[in-house]
């Protein structure tokens, strides 16, 4: 089946405690993105990647960080966390450039205290 | 920078109705407007896109138009249905050349339909 999976699912954490949010893919699209989900805020791209190796910042990247060293996995990673990145994180994967048709992951709710 | 303005943030209309969502953008360089259906606790998911060189796109009851020249495009949605009711969300982005590019999201349409 094709999919998009993140981890986890739900997490609660205290700020400065530094996290990883991993995102697979298994549709071999070399296209991939990280969104945050905000109340009013609409989805905000934070990166994206167009291959291995190949990153490049979207609207929000201050206090993110993220790699490409396979083409399936586009791990999200939080060095030092803060209450202002609670939020809806999606992880997507596209075949195209125009992120059209994207194949969204389920999410991870994140909670910073 | 750039910015996709989206109008109204919530909408209800009586089943059957149709409905109107509007958007907005800022870079003159955006050539492609995907639209999106996020149901409560559910993932975003593709329903209609447009793409700069053409003025009017439809999928059965759903259709969307673009106006270059104002730099607005809107969803229309007819013959409202009970399970259209959901976030709508827009979307522009630049496509240049081969590569990717950034793509920013509009904040987003509460519609409810009442039956």
Redesign the interface.
Request: glycine fraction near 6%; hydrophobic fraction near 30%; proline fraction near 6%.
């Given at each position: 089946e094709a999919q998009v999976t993140q981890n986890p699912r739900y997490l609660i954490t205290v700020t400065g405690k530094k996290l990883t949010v991993t995102c697979s893919q298994n549709m071999n699209h070399e296209y991939m993105s990280w969104y945050r989900q905000d109340p009013g805020l609409g989805l905000r791209q934070i990166y994206y990647s167009m291959n291995v190796e190949v990153t490049d910042k979207g609207d929000v990247p201050e206090g993110y960080k993220v790699s490409r060293k396979e083409k399936r996995n586009f791990p999200l990673i939080l060095e030092s966390p803060s209450p202002n990145q609670t939020s809806l994180y999606f992880c997507a994967s596209s075949p195209d450039t125009t992120w059209g048709t994207q194949y969204f992951g389920p999410g991870t709710r994140l909670l910073v205290l | 920078?750039?910015n996709v303005e989206?109008h109204p943030?919530t909408l209800s209309v009586q089943e059957g109705d149709s409905a109107v969502i509007k958007c907005t953008y800022s870079d003159s360089a955006s050539n492609?407007f995907?639209w999106y259906k996020q149901e409560l606790g559910k993932?975003?998911?593709?329903i209609i896109?447009i793409r700069s060189n053409v003025g009017e796109k439809k999928d059965q009851r759903i259709a969307v138009t673009l106006n270059k020249t104002a730099k607005h495009f809107s969803l229309h949605i007819t013959e409202t249905q009970p399970e259209d009711s959901a976030v709508y969300?827009c979307?522009a982005?630049p496509?240049r050349g081969?590569?990717?590019?950034?793509?920013?999201?509009?904040?987003?349409t509460r519609l409810s339909i009442r039956p």
């Amino acid at each position: 089946e094709a999919q998009v999976t993140q981890n986890p699912r739900y997490l609660i954490t205290v700020t400065g405690k530094k996290l990883t949010v991993t995102c697979s893919q298994n549709m071999n699209h070399e296209y991939m993105s990280w969104y945050r989900q905000d109340p009013g805020l609409g989805l905000r791209q934070i990166y994206y990647s167009m291959n291995v190796e190949v990153t490049d910042k979207g609207d929000v990247p201050e206090g993110y960080k993220v790699s490409r060293k396979e083409k399936r996995n586009f791990p999200l990673i939080l060095e030092s966390p803060s209450p202002n990145q609670t939020s809806l994180y999606f992880c997507a994967s596209s075949p195209d450039t125009t992120w059209g048709t994207q194949y969204f992951g389920p999410g991870t709710r994140l909670l910073v205290l | 920078g750039e910015n996709v303005e989206q109008h109204p943030s919530t909408l209800s209309v009586q089943e059957g109705d149709s409905a109107v969502i509007k958007c907005t953008y800022s870079d003159s360089a955006s050539n492609y407007f995907p639209w999106y259906k996020q149901e409560l606790g559910k993932r975003p998911q593709l329903i209609i896109d447009i793409r700069s060189n053409v003025g009017e796109k439809k999928d059965q009851r759903i259709a969307v138009t673009l106006n270059k020249t104002a730099k607005h495009f809107s969803l229309h949605i007819t013959e409202t249905q009970p399970e259209d009711s959901a976030v709508y969300f827009c979307a522009a982005s630049p496509k240049r050349g081969s590569s990717a590019s950034k793509i920013i999201f509009g904040s987003g349409t509460r519609l409810s339909i009442r039956p």
